[in-house]
């Protein structure tokens, strides 16, 4: 009876839906935990514990964290954010202590991850092709470098502080504005995310790409999967070297027909849906790796041109149902 806590768990209603469906499918009894900052977060009106913890920067995050993991007899966490995966790599041994299992990444690779420069060089000794790319005190002069330009945050997620530069005076006004930046080449695309999925011991269970076709606050809303065996290699190769642990995505954009791998998100992405409608058994791969079951009669490839377009649903709350039931509720302090 696994119960997983899915950490920061927000707008992801569909994936919330699409675990407790395959808890169903394989006959398993097991309890959904989510965690979030705001009690109006969706997918707390879908996962079968909701709990509000504070920031992952606040210092009482790890110990009412702790107290969410024993409390509900947490098996595992898997991250939904990219601002917990530190955190939660950081505080590793504390948290398996309460015998809930991490699907993140080591320290080191969860710092590779979360700097765009580090995860580059990365790419760079694995030997894929990746933008060339420059820290502002490594510019070269601006009559040597081409046009357009993008730029964004080093550590930055969710396409924030995300810019094209199209000329020299964007180029010096971007830099300034935005923080910690990394300037890189421009990719013209299209852009594609794989979903990498990884047992708890680094297996490699499944892989999926889907090209993005639209994209609204760095999140896609419409998508189809591809196949591209030069990106499924490299994500073969990724994971091995990282190493992984858990799910996680590879993002690549075209630049003539060459896939250049840009980043890397240790954590399931937004739009894994695509990949379970496209034939990946998410949900039953990653419960039965945590319950030490077989998953050679689970996995299979991914069918392409699966098309996902997304659109918005609601929930109506009322004030008197803030207070959730005492069972379903976990107060931050």
């Known amino acids: 009876m696994p119960n997983i806590l899915l950490s920061s768990v927000g707008r992801r209603v569909e994936l919330a839906r699409q675990l407790r469906m395959a808890y169903d499918r394989l006959g398993m009894f097991g309890r959904i935990i989510g965690t979030d900052i705001d009690w109006l977060a969706p997918a707390f009106q879908e996962v079968d514990e909701p709990a509000l913890l504070p920031r992952f920067t606040s210092k009482n995050y790890l110990p009412e964290l702790l107290k969410v993991c024993r409390d509900h007899e947490v098996d595992a966490i898997y991250p939904l954010h990219d601002g917990d995966l530190r955190v939660l790599s950081q505080f590793r041994k504390e948290i398996e202590a309460t015998g809930t299992r991490l699907a993140v990444v080591e320290q080191s690779a969860a710092d590779l991850c979360s700097d765009k420069m580090l995860t580059q060089g990365f790419f760079q000794k694995l030997g894929l092709p990746t933008a060339r790319y420059w820290i502002p005190d490594q510019l070269p002069p601006s009559g040597e470098l081409e046009y ?131 034939g990946v058994d998410v949900g039953g791969l990653l419960l039965s790796d945590l319950a030490g079951l077989s998953v050679s009669g689970l996995q299979s490839e991914p069918q392409v041109g699966v098309y996902m377009t997304r659109c918005d649903e609601s929930f109506f709350l009322k004030e008197n149902e803030r207070d959730l039931p005492a069972s379903r509720h976990i107060r931050s302090g």
């Open 148 to 278: 357009p330009l993008f730029i964004k945050p080093r550590n930055g997620s969710a396409a924030e502080n995300t810019f094209r530069i199209n000329s020299p005076r964007e180029l010096e006004f971007f830099v300034d504005y935005v923080p910690n930046p990394i300037v890189q080449e421009f990719l013209p695309g299209p852009e594609i995310t794989t979903d990498v999925i990884c047992g708890l011991d680094g297996a490699l269970l499944a892989i999926a790409s889907r090209q993005r076709i639209a994209v609204r606050g760095g999140e896609a809303i419409k998508s189809v999967t591809i196949h591209d065996e030069r990106i499924i290699q490299a994500c073969h190769e990724i994971a091995e070297q990282l190493p992984a642990r858990g799910p996680f995505t590879v993002q690549c954009m075209m630049k003539d027909d060459v896939p250049h791998f840009i980043e890397i998100n240790a954590r399931m992405g937004g739009g894994i849906p695509l990949a379970i409608a496209a």
